[in-house]
């Protein structure tokens, strides 16, 4: 298990069940954004990836019929 890994978001030490899901975003930004030619390291716990699915008006889940 890497360790070290932080909430991007609240700052809380992601727990077992965050690093699993790993919520992460890892890319090269291209343009159309303020961090133009950066790079995104971005890490989320559960919390915080519930809270910004909340936040979309249009929501990225696709919830799936168990
Ligand atoms: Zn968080």
Redesign the pocket.
Known sequence: MQDGK???????E?DFW?VQEDFTIHRHIGYGSVHDGDIVNLH??????D?IVDECKVSPVEEVGV
């Open positions: 932080i909430c991007n978001r609240c700052g809380r992601l965050d989320l716990c559960c919390d915080c990836f809270k």
